[in-house]
């Protein structure tokens, strides 16, 4: 079946370091990929998506590339903020015997310190 | 606005008991989802229903069941016989547009037992 796996955390940053959260992805067919952020106590909220091979979905300074060839939709941002701490999920989605089912990661606890 | 709402926060609740979960959603989605969130497992899929009066079970769905007799609620209730029921419960919704898939979370109910 479908999976996603992402980099074990916490991840410990400085203010305005560079981010890398590695995802990658197991599917069957052509899925599309996400990145949602979690803050404190809330629910998730969408962060970015690409639906097919090479697109780069960005937001907020964070972007993400979708590549076919290593199967990975990896997070980065080119200068964190104290704000960006959160939990972040990888996500995929494709249809499964006509049903469109979602497969998170386990997500990654971001920690940016001033 | 449009949106998902859950009810209540905070619920606690008594072995035994039966509790039901509120999720209301005026987004006009097709697809509506619960998971269950633990901490480090990132989130664990419940209940998905596509269309009114029709509902899958999920990877997780023993001691749960839901309902979907309108579009726009999907009510979760928790039984007696989930065993360790203590957790973060999230209701989401998409629609069911292969390009544009995504998931709409509502804030969350953190269920505790007593």
């Known amino acids: 079946g479908d999976s996603v796996t992402q980099m074990e955390g916490p991840v410990t940053l400085s203010e305005e370091a560079f981010l890398t959260i590695n995802c990658t992805y197991t599917?069957?067919?052509?899925?599309?990929l996400f990145w949602y952020v979690q803050y404190p106590g809330e629910g998730l909220q969408l962060l970015l998506k690409a639906t097919k091979a090479d697109d780069k979905g960005s937001n907020k300074g964070f972007e993400a590339t979708y590549r076919k060839e290593t199967t990975s939709f990896h997070l980065e941002k080119g200068s964190v903020q104290v704000s960006d701490s959160a939990v972040y999920f990888c996500?995929?989605?494709?249809?499964?015997?006509?049903?469109?089912?979602?497969?998170f990661g386990r997500g990654t606890s971001l920690i940016v310190h001033p | 606005d449009g949106g998902i709402t859950q009810s209540p926060k905070y619920l606690f609740r008594k072995e035994g008991q039966n509790v039901t979960l509120s999720c209301e959603q005026n987004?006009?989605?097709?697809?509506m989802y619960w998971y269950r969130q633990d901490p480090g497992q990132g989130l664990r899929l419940i209940y998905y229903s596509q269309i009114v009066n029709d509902f899958q079970k999920g990877d997780i769905a023993e001691g749960y069941s839901v309902s979907r007799e309108k579009k726009e609620s999907f009510p979760l209730t928790v039984t007696s016989a989930q065993k360790n029921p203590t957790a973060f419960y999230l209701c989401a919704s998409s629609t069911m547009d292969r390009v544009a898939d995504t998931q709409y979370f509502g804030p969350g109910t953190r269920l505790t037992v007593l």
């Open positions: 996500a995929l989605s494709e249809v499964s015997g006509g049903s469109y089912i979602p497969t």
């Open positions: 599917a069957t067919g052509y899925p599309s």
């Open positions: 987004l006009n989605h097709d697809a």
